[in-house]
């Protein structure tokens, strides 16, 4: 533990001034901790290291405080297993439940989230304006899909008509595929989801073959670019990671059955990795009691053990690994289960990493994910210290103080 930790400040002479004192901090990056307090006004960190006391003060008794997590996979509208039973009720119940499901990850510590499929200016309007209570929220909008693939919830023997939903909406050649995103872009969107292969919970699509042609995800990607922003896909296997990463999709979702190879191009292309180990896990333990589509889980069968083993071929070729839930209906409560099985490949320090600095890099706003002057004002105060005792991060029954905009929240 480095105790001399350098002072930093950029104090100026606004209000609403709260203090963490008697901390161990970790800084988003740094493999050090160091003694000291963080000074937080107006919803941004001003000072940090061996510095006074200004306005409220909360007292961190020696524990770490850690920067607000980021959840980069996270679905408020993902109310349920079944795929017609998230994308069929009112929006308006929807968006209830998923109320509930963003407060829910506020209070783990998870201060920042990236809804990929779901999601709409107007859940995003009630938090920017304190209608509710919620971590930041950054939203796709519902995630496109070719017909018949990940996002199509139909099942083969279907006979009726489904365009789009809360979660995904079908859209089919360059045309349209143009229009879907422009008005995503229209409404408020940070960035896109596309579905490039197979998946778990959607059933007539083999998880390994790709979808969506060359062509049809270049005019996303190429759209997504000219606006600023970025094209994250859903791909399980090489073939449709690499149709992705060659076609200018920046962030990959899941990447269970990621080869060497393939994670050598990821890193060359400056492709990040999403994990969401905790929904594999879940679904596992817990999908056939809350009714999972057997055919849904035989596919979570054949990705579940490869999780991890994607994680370490991903690190060990220089990817940039974020972290992800995944989580839908009553998993939702999983959530830091996935911080544990992510701690069971990268260890305490990556991980911590993954939640905080490169989801952040990976949202392209730098002000999340770190304690240091400037950085917004998000933290969590841990029961102990998570580098000695790892179950700090994900224990529940723990205590832990989670501050965002510089106001306690639990």
């Known amino acids: 533990m480095n105790r001399a930790h350098k002072k930093g400040s950029i104090m100026g002479s606004g209000s609403n001034v709260t203090t963490i004192t008697n901390a161990l901090v970790f800084d988003g990056s ?34 770490v405080v850690v920067p607000g997590l980021i959840d980069a996979h996270f679905h408020a509208y993902g109310i349920s297993l079944d795929g017609f039973s998230n994308e069929r009720p009112p929006l308006s119940y929807s968006a209830l439940v998923g109320a509930t499901r963003l407060g829910a990850a506020l209070r783990r ?3 920042t989230v990236r809804d990929v499929a779901g999601g709409d200016i107007g859940l995003a309007n009630a938090i920017d304006r304190g209608v509710l209570t919620s971590p930041r929220y950054y939203f796709t909008g519902p995630a496109l ?23 995904c909406e079908i859209a089919d050649g360059v045309d349209e595929l143009r229009r879907a995103v422009r008005e995503r872009f229209r ?6 989801k596309i579905m490039t292969s197979g998946g778990v919970v959607s059933l007539t699509d083999p998880i390994r073959i790709p979808q969506y042609s060359a062509e049809e995800i270049t005019v996303v990607t190429e759209e997504a670019t000219r606006r600023g922003s970025y094209v994250a896909a859903h791909a399980y296997s090489p073939e449709a990671i690499r149709h992705s990463v060659l076609n200018g999709v920046r962030s990959i979702e899941h990447g269970n059955l990621l080869d060497d190879q393939t994670a050598r191009l990821m890193a060359e292309h400056g492709s990040y990795l999403v994990p969401t180990l905790a929904a594999y896990d879940a679904m596992d333990r817990r999908g056939e009691q809350l009714g999972l589509n057997p055919i849904s889980q035989q596919k979570n069968a054949e990705v579940l053990a490869a999780g991890k083993i994607a994680i370490e071929r991903a690190r060990a070729a220089g990817v940039s690994i974020g972290f992800g839930s995944d989580l839908m209906g009553d998993l939702e409560d999983d959530q ?15 991980t911590l990493r993954s939640m905080t600095t490169v989801n952040a890099e990976l949202l392209k706003n730098p002000d999340l994910g770190r304690l240091a002057p400037g950085g917004l004002a998000d933290a969590v105060i841990l029961d102990g210290n998570p580098f000695d005792d ?21």
């Open 145 to 167: 899909s070719q017909t018949g693939g990940h996002g199509d919830p139909r099942a083969a023997d279907v006979d009726l008509c489904f365009d789009h939903g809360h979660m």
């Open 30 to 63: 740094s493999a050090e901790l160091f003694e000291g307090s963080i000074v937080m006004a107006d919803g941004v960190i001003k000072e940090v290291g061996d510095v006074a006391a200004s306005g409220r003060t909360i007292d961190a008794g020696g524990r």
């Open 109 to 111: 510590g998870f201060t």
């Open 390 to 410: 790892a179950a700090a991060l994900w224990d529940e029954s723990r205590e832990r103080t989670v501050i965002t905009n510089g106001r306690v929240v639990r």
């Open 187 to 192: 409404t408020g969107s940070h960035a896109i």
């Open 336 to 350: 830091l289960v996935g911080v544990r099985l992510q701690v069971e490949v990268l260890g305490v320090l990556d």
